[in-house]
């Protein structure tokens, strides 16, 4: 079964705006990874955030997680055409033995030059 | 530093036969995961292999298959293809089972006619 969900399905944006992905889960989770998966190629690890931590950023992205609403959100700042991809978030559930992703549908981003 | 590699990118089968696929972990990792992605969709956890045993499953049929060798490479088989085991097949790999970031593969498409 899905555990997490994305949100938008789809996002259209112009090049130098942000792109604000959101993602939600039903249980537990250890841990919450974003990927980015380029069409017909492998995922790209974006970012680990534990369960103890709120807020990460790598470069032009930030990552929030809320455990309390079950929720996270990728924001890209400054987009490129580059960042044209589909985004998913994957949660690491506590009730699996470890390393067991749960995927979501995915968010299509994309960027217009 | 090589990431994790798949072999072969692309294939053909026909119905009914069998197939394996080959993965070899990022350097430092031990632990490989197999994933199932349809077109359109968020990628599916197949099984995990630790110390060259399965450890976890996920809900696919015994057509599916593993192996784990001593160098931590990895093998999926599919045994009787289906029409519906047209998918991107990702391998994935971490260092321990629990909590670390897990990198994925450019992934094997395979078409079965």
């Known amino acids: 079964s899905q555990q997490g969900e994305e949100d938008p399905q789809a996002l259209s944006i112009q090049e130098g705006e942000n792109a604000t992905m959101n993602c939600s889960y039903k249980?537990?989770?250890?841990?919450l990874q974003w990927y980015r998966q380029n069409s017909g190629r492998g995922l790209v690890h974006l970012i680990l955030?534990?369960?103890?931590?709120r807020e990460k950023h790598s470069g032009r992205l930030r990552v929030t997680l809320d455990t309390s609403k079950k929720s996270s959100s990728l924001l890209i700042t400054a987009s490129r055409a580059a960042d044209t991809a589909s985004y998913f978030c994957?949660?690491?559930?506590?009730?699996?033995?470890?390393?067991?992703?749960?995927f979501g549908q995915g968010t299509e981003l994309s960027v217009k030059p | 530093d090589a990431g994790v590699t798949q072999s072969p990118t692309h294939l053909i089968k026909t119905r009914g036969q069998q197939v394996t696929l080959r993965c070899s972990p990022k350097?430092?990792?031990?632990?490989v995961s197999w994933y199932q992605q349809a077109l359109g969709q968020g990628p599916q956890f197949i099984f995990q292999?630790?110390?060259?045993?399965?450890?976890q499953r996920g809900n696919f049929p015994d057509r599916f298959s593993g192996h784990q060798f001593p160098n931590y490479s990895s093998e999926l088989n599919v045994n009787a293809l289906l029409l519906g085991d047209s998918a991107l097949y990702l391998c994935?790999?971490?260092?321990?089972?629990?909590?670390?970031?897990?990198?994925f593969g450019e992934g094997s498409w395979l078409t079965v006619v």
């Open positions: 292999y630790y110390e060259e045993e399965e450890r």
């Open positions: 249980t537990s989770i250890n841990n």
């Open positions: 955030i534990r369960s103890n931590e």
């Open positions: 350097s430092g990792h031990d632990t």
């Open positions: 994957a949660t690491d559930p506590v009730y699996n033995q470890g390393g067991k992703l749960i």
């Open positions: 994935a790999s971490s260092f321990q089972r629990y909590g670390n970031t897990i990198y």
